[in-house]
């Protein structure tokens, strides 16, 4: 298109050129459009506001001062009445005097000439006045999520007609230190209230929709009166209709500490919802263990009664296999959804008394600890236990019960020679054990055999009673004295030049014979 | 009644600056994503090039022209660069940047359009100067943020100034609190840059060009939808949030500037160019006259478009 003799560049100059004839159009079209396009409606000319502070001096002495207003006012008890906190210069409508409003003479200090001409409420006789400044209000306030009839009056004090409402029906002080927009002095609900009803305007006074903007869109199953029961303030509330019983610290939290504003959205009745959990073991179903009354002191009492468990931890850290709800030592309904890892939080380890025997060979514990059986175990912890679950919580001590260094024949009456006061007593941890139980866990010894025992054992009338050789069951010593006397034994060997003999016997008498 | 701060100039530095960061980016996209390389002479990345550079400094010098005290007492001028907890001072800085970058490219392509430029000086040119040629990518690719940068500073510069212009501070939604006018300047940039040197100056100088990129009429109403979103949303959020926002809304959609707004915006700017892209979608081509009403309705709509959201900005009401 473009032509070929026309250079590349020229491009840039095209586009350089729709630019600026772009640019020095909408400088003509756009003045031309707006005067095509006057306003349609016209802005209203205010007159403008008559600010009179500066000649208000005289009502301040006056207004703004106990002693010189109780001298000039009559009866004495309006002096209340009359006095204006001087504070009140501060806010937007004190500070532009009183004759702004209130006319008179304001510099005059004669009470009487100072008051001809006042006016008591602008408002009253000059409403429109108040809209010099206030001709757009807002008929929705959100903050306060409230409805006004802003629009109505406003329109009606503009076109002339009476409306029945004043401006100081509800901003009443509003020159004299009410400021309806800081909001420092709340409006309670029951000023509404009186108002309504002395107009008579009572009929809407049931539905709160009337003044109130709900900031909760929750009317297909709440009224606001379900909830919100005080005309003061909105945050008196009641927990009638609340579907779950709230106790505790719940029942004076905000309720959108819990809830989703501002439809109460958002929460599924789980602690989590609002609470964190502080600790790493458990679930978020905090009330398992906890309640609204006292969160530490509820898990506190829950510790204390908390039974210790009798067997060892290592290699059964998996608490619910063995004690889930229906598991082999099922725990307490109360304890579903308990993890693994809460369990010692409460319950401590406390091991059941080690088996102080081998357990090989002995392997069926019932046959002697069961219920009748010669051992029985304690029935009211063991009641209805099985064989497989004693190694559950005794687990064997690791001490091998000494064997018996001696035959039994003629020997079957242990404690004889191992009662607590007899030669050879047991250990103490034998207490109250009779003589069916020794061979339980002893094994009795067999006769040494000639290798083992190279001395003869039938030597002169011994006939295997060891005792006379071995007293006090000594067996790695012997002792030659029961029979032989040392003194005799001295003698006949000192005769013949053989000096220290004790307990040398068997060096020169090997057999038990003459050497 | 209307903000009396800002005029003309700075309505022209708007949308210089947003029309000069557009032509930027669309003849970067061409130059980055290898559709320049397919033919000998791509008239949208010699436009956009050679456009940007000037347009965002002729933009600039208004902006200097519409100064107050600045103007009279100049030296003024060096806190512009040193406050840097003020907006303008970032603008200040982009621009700064972008200008020289973007007057670097647009040499760099001219050169290579138009060889007996290169004749002319290139000889005299220093030799670090020649070897930039190879580099040139990458002055691309710098350039493409800073010409977001400035296409975005200037909604950033206009909603800086919105907390006494309401207009100016609507969000872009009103439960979402970002400035609306950041991303609206920055799409309408778009929208301008690529009416101007696809839609007018390659529809001109090659009409063929629209076959070989049939994607482009897509991506333009896309952006032309985009604009008419932000623009709808612009106009909602301030009506619902009520006071200035609300009467400003009101003097561009049915007030004194009711007419540059249906006419200069949405009927030439937004709904004439969708449908003329539409219909090229449809048809699988441009005519060269559609090309080119619709490249000047997208420009013309740019600019009224600042105008209106610059004359429109009523003060806060105290």
Not at chain 2, 189 to 206: E, N, Q
Request: proline share 7%; aromatic share 8%.
């Amino acid at each position: 298109m473009l032509p070929q003799r026309w250079p590349k560049w020229s491009l840039i100059v095209i586009a350089f050129a729709l630019v600026v004839a772009v640019i020095g159009a909408a400088l003509v079209l756009a003045p031309l459009g707006e005067a095509l396009a006057p306003t349609v409606v016209p802005t209203p000319t205010l007159p403008t506001i008559n600010y009179a502070r500066p000649l208000s001096g005289e009502c301040e002495n006056c207004h703004f001062d106990r002693e010189a207003l109780a001298a000039s006012a009559q009866p004495a008890e309006d002096t209340d009445v009359f006095y204006i906190d001087p504070g009140s210069l501060e806010t937007p409508h004190g500070s532009l005097g009183c004759i702004t409003c209130h006319e008179g003479t304001g510099n005059e200090a004669d009470k009487e000439v100072a008051h001809q001409g006042l006016i008591d409420d602008l408002s009253e006789t000059h409403p429109e006045d108040c809209l010099l400044c206030h001709r757009d209000l807002p008929d929705q306030i959100p903050e306060d999520h409230l409805r006004t009839p802003h629009g109505e009056i406003v329109d009606a004090v503009w076109e002339g007609s009476a409306c029945g409402v004043l401006c100081s029906d509800c901003h009443g002080e509003v020159g004299h230190g009410f400021d309806p927009v800081t909001g420092e002095i709340i409006c309670p609900m029951s000023v509404c209230l009186d108002c309504h009803i002395n107009r008579n305007l009572d009929t809407h006074l049931t539905d709160c929709n009337t003044c109130h903007v709900g900031p909760h869109d929750v009317s297909q199953s709440l009224n606001c009166k379900d909830c919100h029961i005080g005309t003061d303030t909105w945050r008196e509330t009641s927990l009638a209709v609340h579907p779950v019983e709230l106790t505790g610290y719940h029942a004076t939290t905000d309720c959108f500490s819990c809830h989703g504003w501002p439809n109460f959205k958002g929460l599924d009745y789980v602690c989590s919802d609002c609470h964190e959990r502080p600790h790493d073991f458990g679930n978020d179903d905090c009330a398992l263990c906890h309640t609204p009354e006292g969160w530490t002191e509820s898990a506190d009492a829950l510790v204390a009664g908390a039974s210790p468990f009798p067997h060892p931890v290592a290699g059964q850290e998996d608490c619910r296999s063995c004690h889930g709800v229906a598991g082999q030592q099922s725990i307490p309904e109360d304890h579903k959804g308990r993890t693994n890892d809460t369990c010692q939080i409460c319950h401590e380890a406390a091991p059941a008394p080690a088996i102080l025997h081998p357990v090989a060979d002995h392997s069926a514990c019932l046959d002697c600890h069961g219920e009748g059986q010669i051992v029985q175990f304690t029935l009211s912890v063991h009641a209805g236990r099985d064989e497989a679950s004693c190694s559950t919580c005794h687990a064997e001590a690791g001490v091998v019960p000494l064997a018996i260094q001696h035959t039994m024949d003629g020997r079957a009456d242990c404690l004889s020679c191992h009662a607590a006061d007899a030669f050879k007593p047991f250990p103490a941890s034998h207490e109250g054990w009779t003589n069916d139980l020794c061979l339980l866990c002893h094994e009795a010894g067999a006769a040494p055999t000639e290798a083992d025992h190279p001395f003869p054992q039938d030597h002169n009338r011994t006939e295997g009673n060891c005792v006379l050789c071995h007293p006090a069951g000594d067996f790695e010593a012997y002792h030659c004295e029961t029979c032989h006397a040392l003194e005799g034994m001295s003698q006949i060997h000192g005769a013949r030049g053989i000096e220290q003999i004790e307990n040398k016997c068997v060096l020169c008498h090997p057999d038990g014979k003459a050497p | 009644m209307g903000q009396t701060a800002w005029g003309w100039l700075v309505v022209i530095y708007l949308f210089l600056g947003g029309l000069g960061a557009g032509a930027f980016l669309t003849a970067a996209a061409f130059e980055l994503s290898g559709l320049r390389a397919r033919c000998e002479f791509c008239p949208t990345t010699l436009t956009g090039s050679c456009i940007s550079g000037p347009a965002v400094a002729l933009g600039s010098a208004l902006l200097i022209l519409d100064l107050g005290a600045g103007k009279a007492e100049p030296w003024r001028m060096v806190y512009l660069f040193t406050h840097f907890s003020s907006p303008m001072t970032w603008g200040i800085w982009i621009l700064c940047l972008f200008i020289p970058v973007a007057l670097l490219y647009g040499l760099l392509e001219l050169i290579d359009a138009e060889p007996f430029i290169k004749g002319l000086f290139w000889a005299r040119v220093p030799k670090v100067l020649q070897n930039l040629k190879a580099y040139r990518r990458r002055i691309v690719i710098v350039g493409c943020f800073l010409a977001v940068g400035t296409a975005v500073y200037t909604g950033v510069l206009i909603s800086a100034a919105g907390p006494s212009v309401p207009l100016w501070s609507q969000p872009i939604l009103p439960f979402l609190p970002v400035p609306m006018m950041p991303l609206l300047f920055l799409v309408s940039a778009l929208s301008t840059g690529l009416g101007l040197t696809f839609d007018l100056a390659a529809t001109i100088a090659r009409p063929e060009i629209h076959e070989e990129v049939r994607a482009m009429p897509l991506i333009h109403i896309v952006l032309i939808g985009l604009e008419n979103i932000l623009i709808g949303l612009l106009l909602i959020t301030a009506l619902s949030s009520g006071g200035a926002a609300a009467d400003s809304a009101r003097e561009i959609m049915y007030g004194p500037l009711r007419i540059i707004f249906w006419v200069g915006v949405v009927l030439i700017g937004l709904v004439f160019p969708f449908v003329v892209h539409a219909y090229a979608i449809g048809a699988g081509r441009h005519s060269l006259w559609s090309g080119i009403v619709a490249g000047v309705g997208i420009v013309v709509a740019g600019l009224f478009l600042r105008y209106l959201i610059v004359v429109a900005g009523i003060p806060a009401y105290l």
